[in-house]
């Protein structure tokens, strides 16, 4: 599996990106609001936009100023949050149906895991990665993992 994982604040011009996507995705990024949510769809979809010839799936996950795209052979899930974030985890993790959650880093590593499994839609094992503040959770069959942006390479947790 390929992990790309880019900081937003590196993105030179949005408009060379633009011309990589697809008319549809085109369309949808000139829809968005939010300027920063617009810069990480734009991202996100054109790095995908170079990816989908090459391999046969493809997850993406933006939080904040980074964005991440998995792409894989086999079935992929990969999810990002800010794992620095208090909160009432105990309460918000039974509201969301997860078990015994007391700690921020039992809540982060239970929702990333769920949002990745949801987007796998796949049976695999999962792996769970510190970046700065960030926690990621990456589930897929694929065991050989290649970070493609070696100034953003996590360390595993």
Known sequence: M?????????????DDLAKKLSLSD???FRSFKQKKRAIQFLVA???????ENRFQ??????????VIVAASSAPIGVDIEDASKQ??????????GLKNIKTSD???????????????NADAPARFYKLQKYMICIISNDQD?????????????
């Not at 390929?2 to 949005?14: A, E, K, R, V």
């Open 2 to 14: 390929n992990i790309y994982i880019t900081d937003l604040s590196t993105i030179c011009n949005p």
């Open 26 to 28: 085109l369309a949808r």
């Open 45 to 51: 979809h054109a790095i995908k936009s170079e990816l």
């Open 57 to 66: 799936y493809i997850s993406i996950a933006h939080k904040d100023h980074l």
């Open 87 to 96: 909160r009432d985890f105990n309460s918000l993790g039974k509201f969301l």
């Open 106 to 120: 039992e809540f982060y590593r239970a929702f990333t895991l769920a949002e990745a499994k949801y987007k796998s």
């Open 145 to 157: 993992i290649t970070w493609e942006n070696s100034a953003l390479v996590p360390e595993q947790i």
